[in-house]
């Protein structure tokens, strides 16, 4: 017990003697351990509240939405719901009424007019699905069913820091009392159809009574929109079809969903599910590269005290004895390390949890402690720094005595690139030849230093060209958005009206617009021999109207044929000319649209970043019965005009549901994304922290490795200078090559990201592969810049060496 003690005390004293590289490589140890553990709770947090939160308010199984102005009466979608085969298994249904708006919530100097919808539903009792939790203030009281009063979807009020209860207005400028806020299933993300997702800033929800819903449109007793709920184990694909084919059969033009189809459910789940598979790349990477990098700090460290393992088995000391002592040292760096990265895990979960929180608000958030996750990252975290100690340590004490005690110089046997580098005379002169005979005399060690240095910046510049890939696809959406006609402003119209009805030369004469043209908005899908997707068809002037889409293919002209996203095109596997079908809807009545299927070819495509959105001309309006009809108009402000003007002066108006500036909304969606990469930036930031610890690590391993080299060189009269010259050298070529490797794979793991992860998470979103040069000058200077002049930080030890001390040796 008394010589365990000994050896306990002495490994403490190799601690002490070495406490900086000690608690650097602790800390590498931590951050790869931590970074693991808090990226993998992160994901299983939000997968466990996902779960819960929707499970809580009773999210639908399938929703049936009727075509785009079609309405039915009260009772009609119910009752046909009921009636399929089947039906029995229905536990809940809930009709409601869904209507475009324009909802202006200003106060004070605050301007806050944006579109949005007003929902019908069970205000009183609360809906049956698709439930409500409250954020702020108060659902409204009992018998408040036919009374003007709502409730507002709680994204878009703490977006705009609204009280918890007031008063907005809505189109036709009614006024609506509110009374709370509310979490609902459906915004838990607000993504409104055709639009970019977390649209919160610019889209608001208003959930009244249906009776008021009803008013408020000017459509008594009718409905457009129908969500219900399974029994456990019920087949939701089968009853999903049976709907389909009992209101195709009622000649009800409808869409029949599923819950996995709604935009929060599926950017929620199989976003948690992707961040898994996305941050244990991350956590990989960071985690690999820290274990390399301990490893081989570790490995360099143990490998210095090769001469006293000699010493000591000259003397006669057992073998397993003398190993004894390194091994505790390792150990205790591995148990420091752990207890780091138990500390840095809590960090990064902590971080992140708070942005998540933040920004996606769950009525449900469980952050609990994952130990099972702790545990495995920290069994690793001890284990390798302890066989990395153990290693070289066992290679040591196997040698003979006097192989063990030679100077490192004389028993370095190099590898096949330090062999054959010998037979070449590089360039410059012995101390420019110095650098890289130290790198090829050990191809592991450099191999290993390289791969920790690439994983941190591999990971550095995924997440930042993750960041740069949006913010490209956002900018092509704006300027494609912008396009010819900058200042125009979209204006929704409550339904179908005559190009020259009232409603719509209203708008026209408004004092505040130039001019104005009639556009038309419908949902379809397209399909082609490989794919299916749903669109949303707009009809314009292709040839001269206010705003035109880009082309990048093809001609748009007045011809019959489609205008498809470069994205959507290359997913059904068609190119201009191919033909498809188009499922679109066809008028057969006042408020009553079928569904008809036309062969149609692809005439255009265009740049817009969301595939749905589809381009047809105008004049094509008849093939939908909807010919001398518009539902959106486009509006030119007039001179000097300002949008908020235009805004009000069209607010007024009833046919008008919404009036939005084509810009605002990309614009409001750029400002919550970047609030979102948040999340990235907290991981890039201990990328950072690990590259630069494991370059201080090794170039301060490295210089105490060489003090002999060094000491002979300074005893001869060889300056500092030089020897710091050749530690930049070196750590220089270190750099480069860690760099061109961190950048070709940080490219590879972020193209897997976009084409793999969000595909399947935003499958709408096309975001290309974009790397800003600012991002690569980042990976260039840490790098490069930053590796290769962290020998500086050995300077003040070089200028302090003792030379008689370091050069006597014990033969």
Known sequence: MRSFTLRLRWSWRDLRAHWVKVAAIALVIAIGTGAYAGLSSSATWRRLSNEASFGMLDMHDLRVRLSTGSLAEQGTLAGTAAGVEGGSSISAMEERLISPTQVDASSGDATILVPGV??????????????????????????????????????????????????????????????????????????????????????????????????????????????????????????????????????????????????????????????????????????????????????????????????????????????????????????????????????IGKAMASVFVEYLPLPVWDTSFQVGIFARAALIGFLIPFVATAIPVLRAVRMSPRAAIAPSYRSARGGWLSRSIRHYDLPGNTFAEIPVRNLTRNPRRTLLTVLGIGAAITVLVAILGMIDSFQASIDRAEAETLGSAPDRVVVDLDGFH??????????????????????????????????????LIQLVDLEGGIWRPTIT?????????????????????????????????????????????????????????????????????????????????????????????????????????????????????????????????????????????????????????????????????????????????????????????????????????LSSLLGDTMPDFAAPLHLDPATLAIAGVLGVAVVALAPLLTVRRMQRMDLPGTLRLVE
Request: hydrophobic share 50%; charged share 20%; net charge negative.
């Open 118 to 347: 007003v929902v019908g539903t069970d205000l009183e009792n609360g809906p049956a699905v698709d439930g409500f939790f409250v954020e702020a203030g108060a659902m409204p009281g009992p018998g408040t069913a036919g009374e003007a009063v709502a409730v507002l979807e709680h994204n878009f009020a703490r977006y705009h820091e609204l009280p918890p209860e007031g008063e907005i207005r809505v189109r036709g400028d009614r006024e609506l009392a509110y009374t709370g806020q509310v979490l609902t299933p459906e915004f838990f993300i607000v993504t409104p159809e055709g639009q970019l997702f977390f649209s919160e800033a610019s889209y608001a929800a208003v959930f009244t009574s249906l009776e008021t819903a009803q008013d408020l449109a000017g459509t008594p007793g009718m409905v457009n929109d129908l969500v219900l709920t399974l029994e456990t184990g019920a087949d939701r694909d089968a009853m999903a079809a049976r709907l389909e084919a009992a209101f195709e059969e009622a000649g009800i033009g409808a869409t029949v969903s599923t819950r996995d189809e709604a935009a929060a459910y599926r950017l929620l789940t199989r976003d948690a599910e992707n961040d898994q598979r996305f941050f244990n790349v991350f956590a990989v990477l960071i985690f690999a590269g820290a274990v390399g990098a301990a490893f081989n700090l570790i490995t360099r460290l143990a490998e210095q005290q090769r001469r006293e393992i000699g010493i000591a088995m000259s003397l006669g000391v057992r073998r397993s004895t003398i190993a004894v002592r390194p091994l505790l040292v390792g150990a205790q760096i591995a148990l420091l390390g752990t207890v780091f990265g138990v500390g840095v895990g809590l960090l």
């Open 498 to 535: 005559p190009v020259g009805s009232p409603e719509v030369k209203a708008v026209g004469s408004a004092e505040s617009v130039a001019s104005i043209e009639a556009t038309l908005r419908v949902g379809g899908v397209v399909r082609s021999a490989d794919a299916s997707l749903d669109v």
């Open 553 to 753: 293919a093809g001609t748009a002209d007045g011809r019959p044929g489609l205008v498809l996203t470069e994205a959507a095109a290359a997913d059904l596997g068609v190119g201009v000319g191919d033909e498809v079908t188009l499922i679109h809807p066809l008028r057969s009545g006042g408020t009553t649209l079928e569904l008809a299927s036309t062969r149609l070819p692809v005439i255009a495509t265009h740049p817009y970043p969301l595939r749905p959105v589809t381009y047809m001309d105008m004049s094509r309006a008849g093939l939908m019965g909807l010919e001398g009809l518009t539902n959106q108009v486009f509006a030119l402000p007039a001179p000097g005009v300002s949008d908020d003007t235009v805004r009000r002066d069209l607010f007024g108006l009833e046919a008008v549901a919404s009036v939005q500036p084509a810009a605002e909304g990309i614009r409001l969606v750029r400002d919550s994304l970047a609030q979102i990469l948040e999340v990235l930036q907290v991981v890039a930031a201990f990328a950072l922290v690990l590259a630069l610890l494991i370059a201080f690590n090794s170039a301060s391993i490295a210089l105490e490795a060489r003090s002999r080299d060094h000491a002979t060189m300074f005893a001869f009269g060889v300056p500092i200078r030089t020897a710091l010259r050749m530690a930049v050298v070196e750590s220089l070529v270190v750099g480069v090559l860690a760099t061109a490797a961190g950048v070709a794979v940080g490219a590879g793991v972020i193209w897997w990201a």
